[in-house]
């Protein structure tokens, strides 16, 4: 089979997408033309550069809802991810323009099915050659950990708050933040960092900067005890499930996309009802769409998981979470995604 595959070749979400979809479809015997788009640089894993494309193939492009269009070949199939539940018209407009649209998650498929948008579902996956649980000491302290670029939507304004509503000084408790997030400016990220650092237990966090590959990632992770996720919206959140792969815990927000793969049988789920607020940050979201809100409640309900979470010291294995997070390999997602695209 042939495909033409136009997608980035980077460090993002995207960009680890595509080189997975190219890595997995090439070893099952297709013939993927890579056409990268947007910005891009070599990948960690996998190398591989612009070739010439296919006149005869059907064309994959992976990228984001609000830029669908610029196809070559036939069929024309997108592949993207989002995270709010209300699409503007531009997003309609390119959301439909494909022959076939993937999305991540029920969750998405169920946005456009509101917006008169036929759409098949492809969850995204993990590396289990690189995530994976590996022994940790058990230790009278309790690391708890929150892996991606510092955002509102994320929930990072209001995580530090509850950790430090939490717990005291004198709790043996850490966070460990790995929050980098290049799309800001050094005023933007100081700031932030300042929120986390000059707090009552600013002393107890830990800032991890961005590291050159995920096997340094996945050390990491394997070191702390509970990711905590309080996210308003997302469109997929491969953090948690790569946690998740590791045997780790998880504080996570009952919404959006990562409940593809997070439930109440391999996580504390955060309820999340049907109440919204404006969806803004001043950044990358300018209030015309709306995200799920983290209100007392919510606050409340966090604050509670990681206390008792510290005080039970469950640094046991999440075996359910390693068992549920084995449907989301990338070889799964690929092998679905070859089904979808013929």
Not at 118 to 132: K, Q, R
Request: proline share 5%.
């Amino acid at each position: 089979m042939k495909l033409n595959l136009f997608a980035p070749l980077n460090t993002t979400s995207y960009g680890y997408h595509s080189s997975y979809t190219y890595h997995y479809l090439s070893k099952m015997g297709w013939d993927v033309r890579h056409l990268p788009i947007g910005q891009n640089n070599p990948d960690e894993k996998f190398s591989f550069g612009k070739e010439k494309f296919h006149y005869d193939a059907p064309c994959l492009k992976i990228w984001h809802q609000f830029d669908l269009s610029g196809f070559t070949g036939s069929p024309k199939i997108g592949f993207t991810v989002f995270e709010l539940e209300d699409l503007n018209e531009n997003e309609v407009w390119n959301m439909k323009y494909p022959d076939k649209l993937i999305v991540a998650s029920k969750w998405a498929q169920k946005v456009c099915e509101n917006h008169g948008i036929n759409a098949s579902v492809v969850p995204l996956g993990y590396d289990h050659e690189i995530f994976y649980p590996t022994p940790q000491e058990e230790k009278d302290h309790t690391i708890f950990g929150n892996f991606g670029k510092w955002e509102i939507r994320k929930g990072h304004d209001v995580l530090i708050r509850a950790f430090n509503a939490a717990f005291e000084k004198d709790d043996n408790v850490t966070l460990v933040m790995m929050p980098s997030n290049p799309f800001l400016s050094e005023t933007q990220r100081s700031a932030w960092e300042k929120m986390y650092l000059n707090s009552k237990l600013g002393s107890k966090v830990q800032i991890v900067p961005r590291l050159p590959n995920h096997k340094d990632v996945a050390h990491v992770m394997n070191q702390i005890h509970c990711g905590v996720f309080p996210a308003r919206a997302e469109g997929w959140n491969l953090e948690p499930l790569e946690l998740l792969a590791c045997g780790k815990h998880l504080i996570i927000s009952d919404c959006t996309g990562h409940k593809e793969y997070a439930n109440s049988n391999n996580s504390m789920m955060i309820d999340m009802p049907d109440k919204f607020e404006s969806a803004y940050d001043g950044v990358f979201f300018n209030g015309a769409s709306k995200w799920r809100s983290l209100g007392k409640d919510q606050f409340d309900q966090l604050v509670n998981y990681m206390r008792e979470f510290h005080k039970n010291r469950s640094y046991i294995i999440n075996s359910n979470g390693v068992k549920d997070s084995k449907e989301f390999t990338w070889e799964n997602s690929i092998d679905k995604l070859s089904k979808k695209i013929v």
